[in-house]
């Protein structure tokens, strides 16, 4: 049964992943809150896919139990003149969490990328709610097509030129409460936090 579960949520996170792809959009002005421009505070590192290797996975393991085994990992960023990138899938006691890690080499640009995300394509997929105090802005969603009890939350996180997009995808018996979710939210957004640590060291 773990194992037939587990497969569907492979499937969900390959859904929704080809269905929220990378777009480069028209910078979209908002309200200056750090940088607006610039090449930024986060350099590619030269070996992206060891990030995946780097993240720790603490702020989750009360809600989600350890990793189990090794992420699955891609690069992403088809122009590294404009963005690289890297996905990192890992498999947990209670779900599965995909972190996709973009460094833009504008500020701005990763700045239009969130504005166009949250703007455009993430308010079709579920009610949206701002995460203060996470990078420069975040927000979070429960995907629409999560279901009670496997919700898929959704978080999008933009730092100077870094631009996180999280994906957890959990399950338990009974159906999740408004709580239950917003503490897996505040998870994810200390998990982010964490996340944004490690890029510097990179």
């Given at each position: 049964m773990i194992s037939m579960w587990r497969s569907w949520a492979w499937s969900v996170l390959f859904l929704?992943?080809?269905?929220s792809s990378t777009v480069t959009a028209t910078p979209i002005p908002s309200t200056p809150?750090?940088?607006?421009?610039?090449?930024?505070?986060?350099?590619?590192?030269?070996?992206r896919p060891m990030l995946c290797d780097t993240i720790s996975y603490a702020a989750l393991k009360d809600l989600q139990g350890e990793p189990n085994g090794k992420p699955e990992i891609t690069k992403t960023g088809s122009d590294?003149?404009?963005?690289?990138?890297?996905?990192c899938a890992q498999q947990l006691d209670g779900g599965l969490i995909s972190t996709h890690i973009s460094f833009w080499t504008k500020v701005e640009t990763a700045r239009s990328q969130y504005d166009h995300h949250r703007d455009d394509?993430?308010?079709?997929?579920?009610?949206?709610?701002?995460r203060p105090?996470?990078?420069t802005q975040a927000y979070a969603l429960e995907h629409k097509l999560g279901g009670p009890t496997s919700p898929i939350l959704q978080m999008q996180v933009q730092d100077s030129n870094a631009f996180l997009k999280l994906r957890l995808i959990t399950d338990k018996p009974t159906e999740y409460t408004p709580d239950e979710i917003n503490a897996l939210f505040d998870a994810m957004g200390a998990f982010a936090k964490d996340v944004l640590a490690e890029l510097p060291k990179a």
């Amino acid at each position: 049964m773990i194992s037939m579960w587990r497969s569907w949520a492979w499937s969900v996170l390959f859904l929704v992943a080809s269905c929220s792809s990378t777009v480069t959009a028209t910078p979209i002005p908002s309200t200056p809150i750090v940088e607006t421009a610039g090449p930024g505070i986060y350099r590619v590192p030269d070996d992206r896919p060891m990030l995946c290797d780097t993240i720790s996975y603490a702020a989750l393991k009360d809600l989600q139990g350890e990793p189990n085994g090794k992420p699955e990992i891609t690069k992403t960023g088809s122009d590294p003149a404009t963005v690289s990138g890297v996905r990192c899938a890992q498999q947990l006691d209670g779900g599965l969490i995909s972190t996709h890690i973009s460094f833009w080499t504008k500020v701005e640009t990763a700045r239009s990328q969130y504005d166009h995300h949250r703007d455009d394509v993430d308010k079709e997929e579920g009610k949206m709610t701002e995460r203060p105090g996470i990078g420069t802005q975040a927000y979070a969603l429960e995907h629409k097509l999560g279901g009670p009890t496997s919700p898929i939350l959704q978080m999008q996180v933009q730092d100077s030129n870094a631009f996180l997009k999280l994906r957890l995808i959990t399950d338990k018996p009974t159906e999740y409460t408004p709580d239950e979710i917003n503490a897996l939210f505040d998870a994810m957004g200390a998990f982010a936090k964490d996340v944004l640590a490690e890029l510097p060291k990179a």
